[in-house]
């Protein structure tokens, strides 16, 4: 796959430091998590082939978990991150972590089918966004 054009992640130790200790705080094991940006044609081809999925999203998590050991490949939209941001009143990289932890949510055994499981998942997602805040590490203020 190739990545968004013009896309960079920034943070990139504060992000994996954020992202482990969510993964410590489920009482599971951080392992390999692989994050691929790319742009919405991208994202929706996999939906469609892997997945049966015939919509545009902005997030896919492939989950190679072994026993308590997080694995995964976790494929993001930079377009939907960018769209979605304007929509919810946030700033891209506020939306970028938001949909990065719901990725590893994903690969934690989260799901989001039902609205049930959707509430649960949103307010999992705010817990650990209120724990970035603890994370040391300077932000650099981009995505």
Request: proline share 1%; charged share 35%.
């Given at each position: 796959?190739?990545?968004?054009?013009?896309?960079?992640?920034?943070?990139?130790?504060?992000?994996?430091?954020?992202?482990?200790?969510?993964?410590?705080?489920?009482?599971?094991?951080?392992?390999?998590?692989?994050?691929?940006?790319?742009?919405?044609?991208?994202?929706?081809?996999?939906?469609?082939?892997?997945?049966?999925?015939d919509w545009?999203?902005?997030?896919?998590?492939?989950?190679?978990?072994?026993?308590?050991?997080?694995?995964?490949?976790?494929?993001?939209?930079?377009?939907?991150?960018?769209?979605n941001?304007g929509?919810?009143?946030?700033?891209?990289?506020?939306?970028m972590?938001?949909v990065?932890i719901?990725?590893?949510l994903?690969?934690?055994?989260?799901?989001?089918?039902?609205?049930?499981?959707?509430?649960?998942?949103t307010?999992?997602?705010?817990?650990?966004?209120?724990?970035?805040?603890?994370?040391?590490?300077?932000?650099?203020?981009?995505?």
């Amino acid at each position: 796959m190739e990545k968004a054009p013009g896309f960079s992640l920034k943070n990139k130790r504060k992000l994996k430091k954020w992202i482990c200790r969510t993964i410590e705080a489920e009482k599971r094991i951080c392992g390999d998590i692989s994050f691929v940006f790319e742009q919405d044609e991208e994202v929706y081809r996999v939906n469609l082939e892997y997945l049966q999925h015939d919509w545009y999203t902005d997030v896919i998590s492939f989950d190679y978990n072994k026993g308590k050991k997080v694995n995964g490949d976790i494929i993001i939209s930079v377009d939907r991150i960018k769209e979605n941001a304007g929509k919810f009143g946030v700033t891209a990289r506020e939306e970028m972590r938001r949909v990065m932890i719901h990725g590893v949510l994903h690969l934690l055994g989260y799901e989001d089918h039902s609205k049930e499981e959707r509430e649960k998942m949103t307010g999992l997602e705010n817990k650990y966004l209120a724990l970035w805040q603890n994370i040391e590490g300077k932000e650099d203020g981009r995505i």
